[in-house]
């Protein structure tokens, strides 16, 4: 496995890390947490263990409130976070729906 200091340098080639894994996120996780399991590492995220098991079998993505959860208490920045995940993306981009446009009569004067 990859040590901190390879795996987040964004200029890696490194194909492992180019491809999505939440796995490898998790138990880096648990390693710089000195965590025994994925109880443990729930409980510190404050989630419940059947959130963690979703996202180890790829049946939930980790979500932008998780990825902020998980760097409050690992202090390893959200980009950081990403690279170990494998999410590739430059930017991430939240797409509205038009019933997100707040309505026009309810602006403020």
């Known amino acids: 496995m990859n040590t901190l200091a390879t795996a987040v340098r ?3 080639n490194d194909d492992v890390l180019r491809t999505y894994d939440p796995n490898r996120l998790l138990d880096h996780l648990i390693d710089r947490l000195d965590l025994k399991n994925d109880a443990a590492l729930a409980r ?4 419940a263990p059947p959130v963690i098991s979703k996202i180890r079998h790829y049946r939930l993505a980790i979500g932008a409130s998780l990825l902020i959860r998980m760097h409050e208490v690992s202090d390893i920045s959200i980009g950081n976070l990403r690279i170990l995940m494998g999410d590739r993306r430059a930017k991430f981009r939240v797409a509205f729906s038009q019933n997100d446009v707040p309505d026009m009569s309810l602006r403020a004067a």
Do not use: C
């Open 44 to 47: 510190i995220l404050d989630v």
């Open 10 to 12: 964004p200029d890696a």
